[in-house]
């Protein structure tokens, strides 16, 4: 799996963000952090209110050293020098606006550019307002992140976190499952666990021989679903065997 | 739609969010900003280092009037309560954990279980150290959220507004389709354009009558691409007929 991360990576190493006009400078910071979580390297800032700036060090945090390779620029076609497609990250609705997506399209549009070799640019606005009309046409897309109808002012390093974790997902996927994990018992681990649990509930009187069907068919139904592992197989025949011993020495 | 956003958004209110032992109150605020802008209504604290707290009030901006409602327990066991789905988040590895699943996969777990009419609980630990391994246990998923390997310290409340917008996605989908958008060009109004565009190029001898087929080609990709609208159908068909009529003029 280790080529597929680097592939990814390198992915999302074609991916910039542009912040224009950017009014607080902790919200750079900000931005800066949610970038490198999420493995994104290459941050523009057109014309910020105030940058560098000690609340934008704060809030970048651990990711402080990528403020340093912050690239400021005067215009936004400065910022896009290169890019093949720039996407707008804007919520309000606009007469003519370039092809509106949501975000989770966008990633994965950014991501399959990305991967053809192009390079690819996230457009974000000032805080209050955001992007101008003459910003937004010179993208090709509009995204918008989802919000509530009733409240949808998304912080400007929250929306860049929305983004960078779309992309990062587009590009690598779902590494959960990656993790090591305890195997799995076999089959035979189980069918026999099953056995000595159905014959040890018939030796309690539990279940009576003839009628254990219904019980067994729900202890199977609870087991399977959850996925035993090999080691919880040898945990749960030991307490059978525990109680077993247990009744044999009962009067 | 109105209907479908409805059902979505009473999904969304059975998905409650769990702060155990949050240490800034910052984050708390931001935190109940980042489940507003994404619909999210019921936050509850196991034991915050301090809260209320005037932090979060200025943190949480447009959603200050949530805190008014957030429910501040004793124990973990407590801000559960009624919850049939807890999912722990979590980026450490343990040794004995429940199902580790992505933070997609949870989301959509979570959304599912509250269309069955389920309440559904995210937990997240304190800002260094995370969820304790006892607080883990009492939750039958982990979800992870994917970060950089070089980087993964993300921030509290970054964390929750990707779980938000997760859950909302899960619970609404993508809802940017649902903009009014201007009425696209039909066949005719397309196939008439191309007809004049054509003439007009061969009086223009940009193209020759029986050679024009490989331009056309190239016109017609291009503007099929573009997902010509009715109105700049007749905007380009105006071009051509001022480009005509100054032909027509020329000595």
């Given at each position: 799996m280790k080529e597929i991360d680097e592939a990814g990576e390198a992915l999302l190493g074609r991916v910039r963000i542009v912040l224009s006009?950017?009014?607080?400078p902790g919200n750079i910071g900000a931005a800066v952090r949610a970038m490198k979580t999420m493995g994104l390297r290459r941050l523009l800032l057109v014309r910020p209110a105030q940058f560098p700036h000690r609340e934008a060090t704060f809030m970048a945090a651990g990711a402080a050293d990528m403020l340093d390779r912050v690239e400021v620029c005067d215009t936004l076609d400065e910022a896009l020098h290169g890019a093949a497609l720039a996407i707008a990250l804007s919520a309000r609705r606009r007469d003519l606006s370039p092809v509106l997506i949501d975000v989770r399209e966008a990633a994965q549009a950014a991501v399959s550019e990305a991967a053809a070799g192009a390079d690819v640019a996230f457009v974000f606005g000032t805080e209050?307002?955001?992007?101008?009309n003459d910003e937004v046409l010179r993208c090709q897309r509009v995204a918008r992140i989802g919000t509530s109808a009733r409240f949808s002012s998304l912080n400007l390093a929250a929306s860049v976190q929305v983004v960078a974790h779309e992309t990062r997902y587009a590009a690598l996927g779902n590494r959960a499952r990656y993790d090591s994990r305890t195997p799995l018992a076999t089959h035979e681990e189980k069918e026999h666990f099953f056995a000595a649990l159905q014959a040890s509930l018939e030796r309690s009187a539990f279940i009576d021989r003839d009628k254990s069907g219904r019980v067994m068919e729900r202890l199977r139904r609870l087991f399977g679903r959850a996925m035993l592992e090999s080691q919880e197989v040898n945990v749960l025949r030991g307490m059978l065997n525990a109680w077993d011993e247990a009744m044999r020495k009962e009067p």
């Open positions: 006009h950017t009014t607080k209050i307002s955001g992007l101008s």
